[in-house]
C-alpha cells in the first residue's frame, strides 16, 4: 500500500436521504429487510436462495467448500448448463414467444429475437463451433462489438462447454494477440466491421492483424457480415468462416446442453493489472450465474415481463452479468444498442427508452455527467414515464450527479441503485435494495445480504463510523473468481496478501482487498472514495480524488472533473484539477475561484487546487475511464505515455498545450 502508515481521510459532509416510494416498494421482488439478518444467521447456506433460480441437473453436496482458502469452491457436485438456463428453460415454460433481445443498430435499424428464435441460432451456432473443431473446454475468443450475434455466441460457447474469453471491440490488434495466447485460444469469433458516430470501421482488418500475433496460431475463425454494402472488401482466408453460411449449413439442428460441473470454467475476461500484464479472470459456472441471477433480481429488481436495458458493452463485465447471464437467467427482455449516445442527437438513449417503454436502466456515471452537460432539454423531449428503477455501475457517482440523474430521468420517482463491484467480484456487492433502504446520493450503500465487507485501517483494524480507510471483503460469495488463469500465485499476490495470513489454512484469516479507499458512517453506509492509488497526499494528507472532484462537480455550472496530484515542493503533491463546464458557462477567473472556493467549503483548504484548467473534454478509454496517469503527466510535466487506448487521443495535446500557457 502506498505511502506507509499514512491513512486515507474523508472528509465530504454527510449525503441526504431519499425514501423509495410507497408504490416501488409494494411491487419489489425484495422488501423485507429481515433478509439481512437470515442471510448473516444462515451463512453460507442462505446462497441456496441464488442456486434455487437455477435449475440444476445434478444437485449439489454443499453450498461452499472453504478447506483451501482462498481457492472456495460453491455448490460443490452439482452440475447444470447456463444456455439451458438461460434460454431452453424459458422455451419450456411457454416463455417461448417472449423477447429476448430487443437490438438497435445506430443508423436505427432494429433485431428483435424470441427465446425461440434464441434457442434456434444458439443451437445452430454451437453446432457449428463443433463441426469447426471447438471441444469441451477449448477457450474461444470473442471480439465483437454490440451486435446480437456476441451474446448468441456466449451462450453456444457455454452450451458446448467451451469458455469464452471476450475482448471489447475497441481494443487493439495487439491487446487481441496477447490475450489469446495468454488463454491459448485456438478459435476466433469476429466480425467485418461496424459504425461509429454513422462512419463503417474496419474491424476485421484489425482482427486478421492481430491473429498475425497469435503465437499457437489459430484453428478457425468465425466472420460475422455485419455492414454489408459497406464492408471493406475483405475476401475470407482458408480457415475463416462466414457466421451465415455456417448457420445455413446447420440450420434445423440441435445440440444437447453439456452437463458442467459448477466449478468448470465458464468464460476468461481480461483486466488490467499492476505489472502491465492483463490478469485473465476466471468466473466458474454454478456460483457466477446464481450469484448474478440473484442480484438482477434482488438489486435491479428485474421481472421477466420488464424491458430491461444495461447501456455498457458486453466487451466488459458489467455487459456479461448485467445484459446477458443475469437477465437472461431470469427470462427478460433486455436491449442492446450499438452505438454511441449522442448520435445523431444527444437524446439517442431517451429516444430508446421512449421506443421500447424501458422499465430499467442501468448506466455509468460517466454518461450521466455527459448527459448533465449537455442539459435537461434533452430527456424533457421524450416520455420516460416507463423507467421504473435506475441504477449506475463503474465508478462513484457524485452526489450532484446523482440527484440530476434522480430528477431528470428518473422524475424524482425511481429509486437509484449506485453499484460497487469489479470483474474479481462477478456481482454487485455494496448497494441499497431498493425495496427496503434509503439512498444517500454519493454513497454506493450497505453491503448486500450475506457480504461481509468492512472498512479498515492500514493495521486492518476496523475505523470507526465517519472515518476512512481501505474496502476488504471478510467472507466468500458466490460470484467471486476463482483464480487468475494460469497464476494462482498471482491471484494470492494482488487479491488476499495485503491483509491475510496467507500461511493459514483457516478462511478466517483471508482477507479480500480490492484496492479502494472507502468510509463508512452511522448506518453503514460505504461511500467509495476510489482506487488506492487514486488518492493524493498533500501535506501528509491523504484525499481520495472522488471527494475532491465531487466537490468540483457540487459547483453551479460544472459538469465533470478530473483531479490528479502534481509536485510540489512545499507540499509534496497539490491538487491539479481538469475542469469541463455546462454549455453556455463562462470559463473564466471568476468561474475558476467559484471551483475553488468550493473545494475549500466540501473538503477544506487543504484540497485547494493548485491549478484549475479548463477543458471540452478528459482522456478516457474507450470504456469510459479517464486516464488519470496521462493528465498527472501533463501536470508534472512528464513525458507522455501510450495514448493508443484513447477514444479522445487528440485531447492530450490540447489539455498540455493549455497547461503549458497557463
Not at 45 to 59: I, K, V
Request: hydrophobic residues 35%.
Amino acid at each position: 500500500m502506498a505511502d506507509g502508515d499514512t491513512e486515507l481521510e474523508a472528509r465530504l459532509v454527510e449525503q441526504e436521504e431519499f425514501e423509495p416510494s410507497e408504490e416501488f416498494v409494494a411491487q419489489a421482488n425484495v422488501s423485507d429487510p429481515a433478509v439481512y439478518e437470515e442471510f448473516e444467521e444462515n451463512w453460507p447456506d442462505c446462497w441456496e436462495r441464488a442456486a434455487e433460480m437455477l435449475d440444476w441437473d445434478e444437485d449439489y453436496d454443499e453450498v461452499l467448500d472453504d478447506s483451501n482458502p482462498p481457492f472456495y469452491e460453491w455448490f460443490t457436485g452439482g452440475k447444470l448448463n447456463v444456455s439451458y438456463n438461460c434460454v431452453d428453460r424459458h422455451v419450456e415454460n411457454g416463455d417461448k414467444n417472449r423477447v429476448a433481445i430487443k437490438w438497435e443498430g445506430e443508423h436505427g435499424e432494429t433485431r428483435t429475437y424470441t427465446y425461440q428464435d434464441l434457442y434456434r441460432e444458439v443451437n445452430e451456432f454451437a453446432a457449428a463451433l463443433r463441426d469447426l473443431g471447438v471441444e469441451e473446454d477449448d477457450v474461444v475468443t470473442l471480439y465483437m462489438p454490440m451486435i446480437p450475434e456476441l451474446p448468441i455466441a456466449m451462450l453456444a460457447c457455454a452450451r458446448i462447454g467451451a469458455p469464452h474469453s471476450v475482448v471489447f471491440g475497441g481494443f487493439s490488434a495487439d491487446a487481441l494477440a496477447t490475450r489469446m495466447n495468454s488463454a491459448d485460444s485456438r478459435f476466433l469469433v469476429t466480425c467485418d466491421g461496424y459504425y461509429r458516430r454513422g462512419d463503417p470501421l474496419d474491424h476485421l482488418d484489425k482482427a486478421n492483424e492481430g491473429l498475425d500475433g497469435v503465437d499457437h496460431g489459430v484453428d478457425a475463425t468465425v466472420v460475422v457480415d455485419r455492414l454489408g454494402d459497406d464492408g471493406f472488401g475483405h475476401d475470407l482466408k482458408g480457415n475463416q468462416h462466414d457466421w451465415d453460411d455456417l448457420l445455413d449449413e446447420h440450420a434445423g439442428e440441435r445440440v444437447d446442453p453439456v452437463q458442467r460441473d459448477a466449478e468448470d470454467m465458464l468464460f476468461l475476461m481480461y483486466t488490467s493489472g499492476t505489472t502491465g500484464q492483463p490478469k485473465g479472470v476466471k468466473h466458474t459456472t454454478g456460483g457466477y450465474l446464481a450469484y448474478a441471477a440473484w442480484t438482477s433480481h434482488a438489486v435491479l429488481d428485474i421481472e421477466k415481463e420488464d424491458t430491461y436495458w444495461c447501456s455498457a458493452d458486453i466487451g466488459w463485465i458489467t455487459g456479461h452479468s448485467y445484459i446477458v447471464y443475469g437477465p437472461m437467467a431470469l427470462g427478460t427482455t433486455t436491449v442492446m444498442y450499438e452505438g454511441t449516445p449522442d448520435f445523431p442527437d444527444r437524446d439517442r438513449l431517451w429516444d430508446i427508452i421512449e421506443k421500447y417503454a424501458v422499465d430499467i436502466f442501468y448506466t455509468a456515471p460517466t454518461a450521466i455527467r455527459a448527459f448533465m452537460k449537455w442539459g435537461s432539454k434533452f430527456p424533457e423531449q421524450h416520455d420516460l414515464s416507463s423507467l421504473r428503477l435506475l441504477g449506475t455501475v463503474g465508478e462513484p457517482i457524485n452526489p450532484r450527479a446523482w440527484k440530476w440523474y434522480y430528477k431528470h430521468i428518473g422524475n424524482e420517482d425511481c429509486p437509484v441503485v449506485d453499484t460497487w463491484w469489479q470483474t474479481e467480484t462477478g456481482g454487485m456487492m455494496i448497494t441499497t435494495l431498493p425495496g427496503i433502504k434509503k439512498m444517500k446520493p454519493g454513497s454506493a450503500g450497505p453491503p448486500l445480504p450475506g457480504i461481509d465487507a468492512q472498512i479498515v485501517d492500514t493495521s486492518g483494524e476496523r475505523v470507526d463510523a465517519g472515518r476512512a480507510g481501505y474496502l476488504t471483503v471478510n467472507r466468500p460469495w458466490p460470484g467471486m473468481l476463482r483464480t487468475l488463469y494460469n497464476n494462482d500465485e498471482r491471484f494470492i499476490q494482488e487479491y488476499w496478501q495485503e491483509y491475510s495470513d496467507v500461511d493459514s489454512n483457516d478462511p478466517d484469516d483471508w482477507v479480500y482487498f480490492p484496492e479502494d479507499g472507502a468510509k463508512i458512517d452511522a448506518d453503514d453506509y460505504i461511500t467509495i472514495l476510489g482506487r488506492v492509488d487514486d488518492v493524493i497526499n498533500v501535506s501528509g494528507h491523504r484525499l481520495g480524488t472522488m471527494e475532491i472532484e465531487s466537490a468540483i462537480v457540487g459547483v453551479e455550472g460544472v459538469a465533470e472533473a478530473a483531479v490528479v496530484g502534481g509536485n510540489h515542493e512545499v507540499k509534496g503533491e497539490a491538487v491539479y484539477a481538469y475542469v469541463i463546464t455546462e454549455e453556455g458557462q463562462e470559463e473564466d477567473d471568476q468561474m475558476r475561484q467559484r471551483i475553488i472556493e468550493g473545494v475549500e467549503d466540501a473538503i477544506g483548504p487543504i484540497a485547494r487546487p493548485e491549478m484549475v484548467v479548463f477543458t471540452p473534454e478528459l482522456p478516457k478509454t474507450r470504456s469510459g475511464k479517464i486516464m488519470r496517469r496521462l493528465l498527472e503527466e501533463i501536470a508534472n510535466g512528464e513525458e507522455l505515455g501510450d495514448t493508443t487506448t484513447l477514444r479522445n487521443p487528440e485531447i492530450v495535446e490540447s489539455i498540455q498545450r493549455q497547461v503549458e500557457d497557463e
